[in-house]
């Protein structure tokens, strides 16, 4: 099984700074893409960043410059540093991973989803 825990949501003030750590855990042959994805109460989940195995990454228009996303392929974690918050970030932030396992040879790869972490900006 193929499980993705987070942590470091929590409660912070307007212009503070939040870190997001994910990390991948059980037997799987590799993690691929990684990204984090929000969702506001009332809206639809929305791509705030993604990273590949490379290192190359995408943002939002709405975190450029603000947030930062991060990966260590020993380890399989994906993190996300999130400065100047805003009320507007407040949402539940969920770990999106492409993860690869073998079975008989083949290789399968699905989208695998953490459990999601509130953050709340206070303004």
């Known amino acids: 099984q193929v499980q993705l825990v987070e942590s470091g949501g929590g409660l912070v003030q307007y212009g503070g700074s939040l870190r997001l750590s994910c990390a991948a855990s059980?037997?799987?042959?590799?993690?691929?893409?990684l990204g984090w994805y929000r969702q506001a109460p009332g809206k639809q989940r929305e791509l705030v960043a993604s990273?590949?195995?490379?290192?190359?990454?995408n943002y939002a228009d709405s975190v450029k410059g603000r947030f930062t996303i991060s990966r260590d392929n020993v380890k399989n974690t994906v993190d996300l540093q999130m400065n100047s918050l805003s009320p507007e970030d407040t949402a539940v932030y969920y770990c999106?991973?492409?993860?690869?396992?073998?079975?008989?040879?083949?290789?399968?790869?699905?989208?695998?989803w953490g459990q999601g972490t509130q953050v709340t900006v206070s303004s």
């Open positions: 059980g037997s799987f042959f590799r993690v691929n893409m």
């Open positions: 999106k991973a492409d993860i690869s396992t073998e079975n008989f040879g083949y290789l399968t790869n699905r989208d695998y």
């Open positions: 990273i590949t195995s490379g290192g190359s990454t």
